[in-house]
């Protein structure tokens, strides 16, 4: 049982809270019983794992799917678990895990994608990443200078969905959003049309900004469509996270009237 943070481990994993030892090691934590099960469901490698003798005891089958699978497990005393975290209430283990550069779909054939210009909020990245899993969309494109996918908090928020579809950053979302094929409709407070008038049928992608600020007009202007949310009259703009699941479930809701495979329930009715 490891009980020291002077243990090369432990001090490698506390540097992990830190974007700058994250990016340099290209690695990144996973902390909890859902995002470490996420992972070892569709066989994301683990680096290493630490947990506690109760977590252990609580998760048996899966502390041993886990001693298999990662390169490394080490059980740990609760101090330790408390020093690694970067929760106040940890549930008894954290894993590292490698980066990898996802395989994004070619633009041309994706049906519904997603970009964010400058999201700060690692509660809203994360909100956004489980939504987009849920409604089937095929790769989120972020600016740079938003919260990183990694953030520890961008991952708890997710819940899982973390796994489940491409992400990536660039530092030119401009060229992205000209190159790709179908239309663009963009997220603008002032605009006239409502989201429900898009057709989502066609191949699309969303682009939605900033908390504060929304999308720069460079980008809103090279969209297709310009949409707005209504909402009455005194209240202001709705938070970004819940704004785009409206949208991306209006698009859920029309890709699946087309195509008769997707029920209101969200299961495969096709025969």
Known sequence: MLTSIKNPLIKNIRKLHYSKHRKAQRLFLLEGTNLVEAAFQVNYPLEAVCYTSHWQNKHPDLSEKIQQ??????????????????????DGVIAIAPHFSWQFPDPSTIQLGLILEQLQDP???????????????????ASEDSVEFDHPKVLRASVGAWFRLPMATTSDLSSLVQQFPGQ???????A?????????QKPTLILMGNEGAGLSPELANLADEQVTIPVATGVESLNVAIATSLILYEAKRQIAMNNHTISPSGKNCSK
Not at 73 to 86: F, G, L, R
Not at 125 to 140: D, K, L, P, Q, S
Not at 192 to 200: A, I, N, P, R, S
């Open 69 to 90: 699978w990662a390169q490394r497990t080490e059980v740990v005393s609760p101090e330790i678990i408390h020093a690694i975290s970067t929760t106040k209430t940890p």
């Open 184 to 190: 663009v409709v963009a997220t603008v407070p002032t």
């Open 192 to 200: 006239e049309k409502t989201y429900w008038e898009v057709d989502f």
């Open 123 to 141: 509660g809203n990245m994360g909100t956004i990443i489980r939504t987009a899993a849920a409604a089937f969309v095929e790769g989120i494109w």
